[in-house]
Nanobody
């Protein structure tokens, strides 16, 4: 059974940092574009950042310069480092694995990030 498992969510104050992790059993890991999406209350699920195996990264305008996505090939893990968090970053964050060959998408169960004073 394919697994995509996120961890690292929580409650932080504005201006603080948080790092999310996502580990997958999908293989070969190199053939998957890994991404983070988020969905706030009443909103659609939107792309936050994604990264290819070669390290090419794309960011949403709202997080560029504050968030950094990275991936560890040996650990089959993608990270999202979130700095200078704002209340509007509050959402459920989902990890996505997109297969470049079959165009299938695999999703994690989501992890809650709450930014509040």
């Amino acid at each position: 059974q394919v697994q995509v498992v996120e961890s690292g969510g929580g409650l932080v104050q504005p201006g603080e940092s948080l790092e999310l992790s996502c580990t997958t059993s999908l293989t070969p890991f190199a053939l998957y574009i890994m991404g983070w999406y988020r969905q706030g209350p009443g909103n659609q699920r939107d792309l936050v950042a994604r990264i290819t195996d070669g390290g090419g990264a794309t960011y949403a305008d709202s997080v560029r310069g504050r968030f950094t996505i990275s991936r560890d090939h040996a650990k089959h893990t993608v990270y999202l480092r979130m700095n200078s968090l704002k209340p509007e970053d509050t959402a459920v964050y989902y990890c996505n694995a997109h297969a470049m060959t079959t165009r299938e998408d695999f999703w994690g169960q989501g992890t809650q990030v709450t930014v509040s004073s």
